[in-house]
């Protein structure tokens, strides 16, 4: 089983809304990752979890807060979001090793910000 | 910083036909290199990892290789289908050193597989 799953499948919030995204996995990876992609952009970097632990954060707002309950799940907390923040948010994850890390990804939440 | 640029931004081709995907990258001190592809609104397809001691990896009628020393990979897709129309990304890891795995992405390439 190499997949990753991700809910809601699309999310519509008011900037004043607080909402989660949820990701989870049950490849016994012990690394998860959210990125943020844009329309015809790559993916961007946000948060990486290594063994539950929160090893980087590339620069992102406060008002986006993760947290990895179990190796299993990692959440996004959402609160005070800006029309900008309007995107499709991926969850991924890996082993830990350097030569067998390859990055799973989910389907994505595709977020409006309004 | 690793830096990742994928050429042609764009490609259009027949069916039937082989074609190439290219991908470099500025920094060579990786371990492997992944390469995805992505359906509109969809989320990332794993297609293959690459060790850096491998010169060549297959799956099915996908084909990637890496040369380390020139920062360069390519993907080779043959005898193209119109189910492979789709943006194709590699991205290779700004660092590897036991811990997770810190991927770049390239701007992708988006591939239209005419019938």
């Known amino acids: 089983d190499t997949e990753v799953t991700q809910t809601p499948k699309h999310l519509v919030m008011g900037m004043t809304n607080k909402k989660s995204l949820k990701c989870e996995q049950h490849?016994?990876?012990?690394?998860m990752y959210w990125y943020k992609q844009k329309a015809k952009k790559p993916p961007e970097l946000m948060f990486v979890?290594?063994?539950?632990?929160?090893?980087i954060n590339e620069s992102v707002p406060s008002r986006f807060s993760p947290e990895c309950p179990n190796s299993s799940l990692l959440n996004l907390h959402l609160h005070a979001l800006q029309p900008e923040d309007s995107a499709l948010y991926l969850c991924?994850?890996?082993?830990?090793?350097?030569?067998?890390?390859?990055?799973?990804f989910g389907p994505g939440t595709r977020l409006t910000v309004l | 910083k690793q830096e990742v640029t994928q050429i042609p931004a764009a490609l259009s081709v027949p069916e039937g036909e082989n074609l190439v995907l290219n991908c470099s990258f500025t920094?060579?001190?990786?371990?492997?290199l992944q390469w995805f592809r992505q359906d509109p609104g969809k989320g990332l397809t794993s297609l293959l990892l690459?060790?850096?001691?491998?010169r060549e990896q297959t799956s099915g009628r996908l084909n990637a290789s890496l040369d380390k020393s020139s920062g360069r990979s390519t993907l080779y897709i043959a005898a193209s289908q119109p189910g492979d129309s789709a943006t194709y990304l590699c991205?290779?890891?700004?660092?590897?050193?036991?811990?997770?795995?810190?991927?770049?992405f390239g701007s992708g390439t988006q591939l239209t597989v005419l019938p």
């Open positions: 920094d060579s001190a990786i371990y492997n």
């Open positions: 991205a290779a890891p700004s660092f590897s050193s036991g811990s997770a795995r810190q991927l770049t």
């Open positions: 979890y290594s063994y539950e632990k929160l090893s």
């Open positions: 490849m016994g990876h012990r690394a």
């Open positions: 991924a994850s890996s082993q830990i090793r350097e030569l067998y890390n390859e990055q799973f």
């Open positions: 690459i060790q850096s001691s491998q």
